[in-house]
């Protein structure tokens, strides 16, 4: 990737990346037919992409949950181990494509669990008091660091905004269509 440059009132930002915006296409025309019951959820950031797909159902009998749970479990453990060579060449060749990151995931039943999947270092500038927050949930047992903590709100707000979220970025999206229907002032 390139250096980076300030772009206005945005702040510091990345040097310009390819656009995902077909990622998912992409995907469903690379996968090997037969590794998911339909097209996969691909979901696409600046620095990763995450592809989780929708295995075979189970069709054994099993004696409650548990049960269930852990052949769910293992058969996504299977898929892992069984797709793991074509996988790491299929993100090869996607993370020279879209210049990002690629990870894995499967789902089945009720069992979902994504593989490797890439931790970003965020910068971020708190003041006292949102600190304090942070220092809370360290000294209270609920994360081990700061930047746990910060992570474990980050993912309640998610959990408790995504219809909002989902408009938001929807909003994003007009903007830009709109942004590029505009005049070229270059």
Known sequence: MGRGGWKG?????QAEIPSADDAAAWFGGRLP????????QVTVDRE?????????????EYA???????AEDGRISRFREETRDERIEIA???EHRYQRKVA???SLGGTRHLFTTHSAPVMTRLRQ?????????????????RSEALAWAVRLVGEHADS?????????????DLRSQGPDLS
């Open 129 to 145: 008091p949102e600190r304090l927050v942070l220092d809370t949930l360290v000294d209270a047992g609920v994360a081990r660091s």
């Open 92 to 94: 090869r060749q996607a």
């Open 48 to 60: 990763e992409i995450v592809i989780v797909g929708e295995l075979q159902p189970l069709t054994g």
């Open 104 to 106: 894995w995931g499967a």
């Open 9 to 13: 009132r945005g702040g510091w930002q």
């Open 164 to 176: 909002w979220l989902a408009e938001l970025r929807e909003a994003m999206t007009k903007v830009d």
């Open 33 to 40: 037919e037969g590794w998911f019951t339909g097209d996969p």
């Open 64 to 70: 409650d949950d548990a049960a269930r749970a852990a």
